[in-house]
């Protein structure tokens, strides 16, 4: 079984089936989007406090 945390919530991916893993990665996509959303919504002085550019918002919550 795999954890992964994003803020308050847990993606957990049990792995039993087929369909066990792709609700993890919707789940895991939706807290994605929510954080990436969240981010963009501060403005530039809260995102340097955090030690973040905006233009590294998406690389930050994506991986990419």
């Known amino acids: 079984m795999s954890t992964i945390t994003y803020g308050r919530?847990?993606?957990r991916n049990e792995g039993f089936s087929m369909?066990?893993?792709?609700?993890g990665r919707v789940?895991?996509?939706?807290a994605?989007?929510?954080a990436?959303?969240?981010l963009a919504q501060l403005d530039d002085r809260l995102l340097a406090d955090i030690g973040m550019?905006?233009?590294e918002i998406t690389?930050?919550?994506w991986g990419n």
């Open 59 to 61: 690389k930050m919550v």
């Open 19 to 23: 369909g066990t893993g792709l609700v």
């Open 9 to 11: 919530e847990a993606v």
């Open 53 to 55: 550019k905006r233009s």
């Open 32 to 34: 994605r989007s929510r």
């Open 27 to 30: 789940k895991s996509y939706l």
């Open 36 to 38: 990436e959303r969240q």
